[in-house]
């Protein structure tokens, strides 16, 4: 039997955290499924902005909560093997990753 509630935390612009039980009735394990359940209007959801920016901005889907955000803070992340010896394309990468990540529209 899987659990009907879940717990979300956020933190106000006065940072306050809080936290809010949320029943639920339908349940994804990746953004897309999500993405695509908030958009058939099945209910509301924790999106990650990379797949809810361009949709916010068509209007398709809107923001609830402005003035809070999830708690603790969820980024984007990338992992590699530690060694010694980093390669020079998986340093490039990385460069490149983070150079795009600059330009992102919704970085503040």
Wanted: proline share 6%; with cysteine; glycine share 4%.
């Amino acid at each position: 039997r899987h659990d009907n509630r879940e717990v979300w935390r956020f933190k106000s612009n006065k940072n306050q955290i809080n936290s809010q039980s949320i029943a639920r009735h339908f349940s994804a394990n990746t953004a897309e499924m999500q993405l695509q359940a908030c958009l058939s209007g099945i209910g509301i959801g924790l999106l990650p902005i990379f797949a809810a920016h361009p949709y916010l901005e068509s209007g398709e889907l809107i923001e609830l909560f402005p003035e809070y955000s999830t708690y603790p803070p969820r980024g984007i992340y990338t992992l590699f093997p530690q060694n010694r010896y980093m390669s020079s394309r998986t340093r490039l990468f990385i460069d490149w990753l983070h150079d795009c990540s600059l330009s992102y529209p919704w970085r503040n």
